[in-house]
């Protein structure tokens, strides 16, 4: 069980992001997705679920203890922290011994995602994409009861993705309690049983209907304005993208229109872990409806 009561976050780096307060909980063997952008405070209640971020108030308790590494939880960031001397195949050894489980063919944990060539590769020569499906081989394959992932659908190969969600599904049945965090719609509809949907650092709604509300959306679509310093580069990356009906920028400002709110988030996500860039401002503006 996780419980969260009255938690207030903010985040101490650019941009600034807070959440809360919210409150909720989390029952074992189910699966939960924190739905919408960094913007929105979802990968900092995600870091706060795994002890990586201290509340301002408030409080979080995973089986009636506070947060924190350990046996009972595994934690993948979205750019995780694995050491980079190691090969992969020992890396996972040495995991299993920390958590106290049984050892297991590395081979074997790698082939959940159908990444068992990776074994004898060392960590620090693997690319972005590969690191990532190593840290979730760990979490997954592991007895952890608590999954706690980052966007774990982005940046895999995509014959993994169908793996990464029958996998989570299996932990799941085995009594795990599951949260990843996306800005996907579509992602978080594949892996979460329960949505929870965050604006702007506030619980909006929280369902298992996933057909019963999706970010409100006017008839000609959604508007979102952008601030970076990096705008320049945002615009270079957002222009000609699909997602999009228009895109505009000006100094440190970008306009951009479009139908999917949730697909514009993301691609927006995207493309500034693709440019290298920060945002300081990112809001939707909902467009009157027509009388």
């Not at 169908?162 to 719609?185: C, D, I, P």
Request: hydrophobic share 45%.
């Amino acid at each position: 069980m996780i419980e969260v009561a009255d938690l207030l976050l903010r985040s101490s780096s650019r941009p600034r992001v807070e959440v809360g307060p919210v409150s909720f909980s989390l029952a074992p063997g189910a699966s939960y997705a924190l739905v919408g952008t960094a913007a929105d405070g979802v990968d900092l209640l995600l870091e706060a679920l795994a002890g990586e971020v201290a509340p301002r108030r408030g409080s979080v308790k995973i089986a009636e203890g506070p947060p924190g590494p350990g046996r009972a939880l595994a934690y993948v960031a979205h750019v995780p922290c694995l050491p980079e001397v190691f090969r992969v195949d020992a890396y996972l050894r040495l995991a299993s011994r920390l958590r106290g489980e049984p050892p297991a063919l590395p081979e074997d944990r790698l082939a959940v995602l159908g990444v068992a060539p990776l074994a004898r590769r060392r960590i620090g020569g693997l690319s972005q994409e590969e690191a990532r499906a190593v840290a979730l081989v760990e979490a997954l394959t592991s007895q952890a009861s608590v999954l706690l992932l980052a966007e774990p659908l982005v940046d895999l190969d995509p014959r993994a993705v169908g793996r990464v969600a029958a996998a989570l599904q299996a932990r799941v049945e085995a009594g795990a309690t599951a949260v990843v965090s996306t800005a996907s719609l579509e992602d978080a509809s594949a892996l979460g049983h329960d949505l929870l949907y965050f604006d702007r650092g506030k619980l909006a709604r929280r369902t298992s209907d996933k057909e019963a509300w999706a970010p409100p959306m006017g008839p000609r679509g959604a508007r979102l304005f952008i601030r970076s310093e990096g705008a320049r580069f945002l615009l270079a990356e957002l222009a000609g993208n699909p997602t999009f009906d228009q895109v505009h920028g000006e100094g440190a400002d970008l306009v951009v229109t479009g139908k999917d709110p949730v697909a514009m988030a993301a691609a927006v996500a995207a493309a500034t872990r693709q440019a290298n860039v920060e945002l300081d401002l990112l809001r939707f503006e909902q467009p009157e409806r027509d009388a």
